[in-house]
Antibody, heavy 118, light 111 residues
Framework: EVQLVESGGRLAQPGQSLRLSCAASGFKLRDFWMSWVRQGPGKGLEWVAEINDDGKEKYYVDSVKGRFTVSRDNANNLVFLQMTSLRVEDTAVYFCVRDPAWGAFDVWGRGTMVAVSA | DVVMTQSPLSLPVTLGQPASISCRSS???????????LTWFQQRPGQSPRRLLY???HRDSGVPDRFSGSGSGTDFTLRISRVEAEDVAIYYCMQGTHSKTFGQGTKLELQ
């Protein structure tokens, strides 16, 4: 079964760091671009970051540039989102998604909750 | 940056009746290679989003054929021919031609 399972979300204070992980199974991770998408409480979806299949290309939404870093470990079927200098507005459920081509996100994880509060 | 504008944001529908959601982009979504990367997602209450249609009109396997997508350039539409109870959800369009941008979402509810 094709599956993505996120972990690492928790309550953090403003300015702190968190690392989210996404474990992929049921497919060859190295064949796909991967993205992170977030959804604030009661809000819509926002694309956050993406990484190409070999990890050499990375792109971010403006609001997280310089604070978040996406990476991957194809050998161990893992994708990561390193989040630093967290802000209250980063509070959201973070979804790991598979991108077969140009944003056609076809597999979504169940998400991991990040809450940033003093 | 490309802005995606959906309308309406709330859509009350009677069971068995059709429904239509508009999605407009601030720039053409036609890629230099000729394809148009516009995707529709459905998010049921308490669930992760699910892809319904990609490249405007290609329906995913398992998606009922009452769902269809159309449009070109900057103007796109998701249609449900006859709404069923399981269609209650929030629907999002997303463009993948110029980075990635989601629409605000349209909440479909039963009247």
């Amino acid at each position: 079964e094709v599956q993505l399972v996120e972990s690492g979300g928790r309550l953090a204070q403003p300015g702190q760091s968190l690392r989210l992980s996404c474990a992929a199974s049921g497919f060859k991770l190295r064949d796909f671009w991967m993205s992170w998408v977030r959804q604030g409480p009661g809000k819509g979806l926002e694309w956050v970051a993406e990484i190409n299949d070999d990890g050499k290309e990375k792109y971010y939404v403006d609001s997280v540039k310089g604070r978040f870093t996406v990476s991957r470990d194809n050998a161990n079927n893992l994708v990561f989102l390193q989040m630093t200098s967290l802000r209250v507005e980063d509070t959201a459920v973070y979804f790991c998604v598979r991108d077969p081509a140009w944003g056609a996100f076809d597999v979504w994880g169940r998400g991991t909750m990040v809450a940033v509060s003093a | 940056d490309v802005v995606m504008t959906q309308s309406p944001l709330s859509l009350p529908v009677t069971l068995g009746q059709p429904a239509s959601i508009s999605c407009r982009s601030s720039q053409s979504l036609v890629h230099s290679g000729g394809n148009t990367y516009l995707t529709w997602f459905q998010q049921r209450p308490g669930q992760s989003p699910r892809r319904l249609l990609y490249e405007v009109s290609h329906r995913d396997s398992g998606v009922p054929d009452r769902f269809s997508g159309s449009g070109s350039g900057t103007d796109f539409t998701l249609r449900i021919s006859r709404v069923e109870a399981e269609d209650v959800a929030i629907y999002y369009c997303m463009q993948g031609t110029h980075s990635k941008t989601f629409g605000q979402g349209t909440k479909l509810e039963l009247q």
